[in-house]
């Protein structure tokens, strides 16, 4: 063992707690099913107050109270750790 898994790991971490610190949970306000997600008002929203918004549920999802629907990020703050683009392929 070279001990570069270690490293990996630990830098992984490091940049996993950066881009979560910069997300804001959305929890579900009642248990049971997502019937629809108004994604134009959403989009409306998001635009409006500068934000990402990472859906965690989709329609037909079953959630309980409490638990993530969503996470919401500033947008400039919202790419820390975005190694696969997807902020930016979202954002143009």
């Known amino acids: 063992d070279t001990g570069e898994e270690a490293g990996a790991d630990g830098a992984d971490a490091a940049r996993d707690a950066s881009r979560d610190a910069a997300w804001a949970v959305v929890p579900a306000p009642a248990t049971g099913y997502v019937r629809a997600v108004d ?10 107050r500068d934000v990402v918004v990472r859906l965690a549920a989709a329609v037909g999802d ?31």
């Open 39 to 48: 994604g134009d008002a959403l989009l409306r929203v998001a635009e409006e």
């Open 62 to 92: 079953f959630v309980v109270e409490g638990t993530p629907v969503a996470w919401v990020a500033p947008a400039a703050r919202a790419a820390v750790g975005d190694d696969d683009g997807w902020v930016r392929r979202v954002q143009g």
